[in-house]
């Protein structure tokens, strides 16, 4: 199952009543990565009062994860508006951060809300993304001969040989989309090269 992610960082600002919110988006794979680029963000805005934000990890579909947080803001102003944005957005293994630098006029709990998320709706709106694919992995044994044909498939098919042993034949541990095994699978069968797929 493939889904789109964040291809490179990006960083809005989004401005109200002299408020100045910084929003940031980038692919996180994980939590660590998430809070290291929280951490990130913090060092270069230390001056700034609140760095809100959430994480949406794996399918958006069926997130492995998600979190957020509202730094200091009141309760239920940033991380779940933030949060919001991304569960309607379809797009995993993504961190935003809204940094905000108050100017001077109170926003009220309300302004709040819709600061935060138009921050992070910005942020998404001009996101570009990349598909990511979930690769199967599979054991193919070859004769020698055979090895330059199966690596040729496997990235013409977008796949990745990760490793290969050299015995009376070759065994390839190949990861590969899941719409590929099919094609791979065939033209492997037809040349008499082996290919098992773990259970």
Known sequence: MSYPVPDTPLEVLYEIKKSKFFAFAACTPDRETAMQYLAAKRAEYPDAR??????????????????????????????????????????????????????????GAGGLVRAYSSAAQQVMENLSL???????????????????????????????????????KVSMQIALPAPAIETLTQLCVSQGIQVIQPD
């Open 50 to 107: 609140h760095h809100c934000w959430a994480y949406l990890l794996g399918n958006p579909h069926s997130p492995i994860s998600a979190a957020m947080s509202d730094d200091g803001e009141p309760s239920g102003t940033a991380g779940k508006p933030i949060l919001n944005v991304l569960q309607h957005k379809g797009v995993g293994d993504i961190t935003i951060i809204v940094t905000r630098y108050f100017g001077g006029i109170k926003l």
């Open 130 to 168: 990349k598909e990511q694919v979930t690769l199967s992995k599979l054991l193919v044994k070859a004769d020698f001969k055979h090895e330059q044909f199966v690596r040729h498939i496997v990235t013409e098919q977008q796949g990745i040989v990760e490793e290969c042993k050299y015995t009376e």
